[in-house]
Nanobody, 123 residues
Framework: QVQLVESGGGLVQAGGSLRVSCAAS????????MGWYRQAPGKQRELVAA???????HYADSVKGRFTISRDNAANTGYLQMSSLKPEDTAVYYC?????????????????WGQGTQVAVSS
């Protein structure tokens, strides 16, 4: 079983910065994809940023130039550095990962979600 644990959310003023982390634990053969999603009250969950095992990166247009996604493969941890934060960035941020693991010896890819971390940006 693989678990994703997020940390680093909080309250910040507009223009400030925060870094959220996602630590994966368990029997992990590889993390093929790691993404950060967010969901604001009354809105659908949206993809904010993603990084593949090969290093390909995608950002939502709304965060380009302000957010940076990265990963530490040795530590099975992903990061989202958020700068120039705006009130509209307020949301619960969720980590998502597609992980190759081998429960009971069967190797395959599974998708996992973290529990979410609140980011609030005050104006």
């Amino acid at each position: 079983q693989v678990q994703l644990v997020e940390s680093g959310g909080g309250l910040v003023q507009a223009g400030g910065s925060l870094r959220v982390s996602c630590a994966a634990s368990g029997t992990i053969l590889s993390i093929n994809f790691m993404g950060w999603y967010r969901q604001a009250p009354g809105k659908q969950r949206e993809l904010v940023a993603a990084i593949t095992a090969g290093g390909s990166i995608h950002y939502a247009d709304s965060v380009k130039g302000r957010f940076t996604i990265s990963r530490d493969n040795a530590a099975n941890t992903g990061y989202l550095q958020m700068s120039s934060l705006k009130p509209e960035d307020t949301a619960v941020y969720y980590c998502n990962a597609r992980v190759t693991t081998a429960p009971m010896g069967v190797i395959r890819e599974y998708e996992y979600w973290g529990q979410g971390t609140q980011v609030a940006v005050s104006s």
